[in-house]
């Protein structure tokens, strides 16, 4: 059971716009702390595509964008391309557990 | 360019001790907190540990405390996890990863390196 809730799955035709919900409590989204998502690619390290709820890192495409509002948060993904198959996973800081929180995770399919 | 690569799994029994290290490189590696992040086979990411960037302070989540121990070198730029009284359920690939200043996000991981707890 992940601090932070995520859908399992989520798919969509390439071209087309996916979003990726977060759902915290008051103790970590809800308390101010920052959200940030990772990419993972099969059989890779988890890479940082946004950080501070809505700032990329260089070399990460404009397609990728991040939002934040109350005890949630969503990652939007435009122009769907079949390179972002992948797993992504929200993170943020809980100060009740005093410690860093991930989501469970959502696999992303391109059709 | 800045990296990290992680060393030291490998197939353990439960009960006993293994050291993972990581490597750091290309980046002021005593500016930064480092951290241990896992993934179980076929699950999703989890928060092991922290240790500031000149250890002054040391966090775990509650699952391992008391058996894990962070430690760094910064004279050698290595980071360390000590997992002692290893139980089935440590198995996982283990990441270490860096922090990025200002904010509480990991912006440069390891390849990662797998630990399997069996008899």
């Known amino acids: 059971q992940s601090v932070l809730t995520q859908p399992p799955s989520v798919s969509g035709a390439p071209g087309q716009r996916v979003t990726i919900s977060c759902t915290g409590t008051s103790s970590n989204i809800g308390a101010g702390y920052d959200v940030h998502w990772y990419q993972q690619l099969p059989g890779t390290a988890p890479k940082l595509l946004i950080y501070?709820?809505?700032n990329r890192p260089s070399g990460v495409p404009d397609r990728f964008s991040g939002s934040k509002s109350g005890t949630s948060a969503s990652l939007a993904i435009t122009g769907l391309q079949a390179e972002d198959e992948a797993d992504y996973y929200c993170?943020?800081?809980?100060?009740?557990?005093?410690?860093?929180?991930f989501g469970g995770g959502t696999k992303l399919t391109v059709l | 360019q800045e990296q990290l690569v992680e060393s030291g799994g490998g197939v353990v029994q439960p009960g006993r001790s293994l050291r993972l290290s990581c490597a750091a490189s290309g980046f002021i590696f005593n500016s930064y907190d480092m951290h241990w992040v896992r993934q179980a086979p076929g699950k999703g990411l989890e928060w092991v540990a922290v240790?500031?960037?000149?250890?002054?302070?040391?966090y775990y989540t509650d699952s391992v405390k008391g058996r894990f121990a962070i430690s760094r070198d910064n004279s050698k730029n290595m980071l360390y996890l000590q997992m002692n009284s290893l139980r089935a359920e440590d198995t996982a690939v283990y990441y270490c990863a860096r922090e990025t200043p200002k904010y509480d996000a990991f912006d440069i991981w390891g390849q990662g390196t797998m630990v399997t707890v069996a008899s």
């Open positions: 240790i500031w960037s000149q250890a002054t302070n040391k």
């Open positions: 993170q943020s800081y809980d100060s009740s557990l005093s410690g860093w929180v």
């Open positions: 501070g709820n809505n």
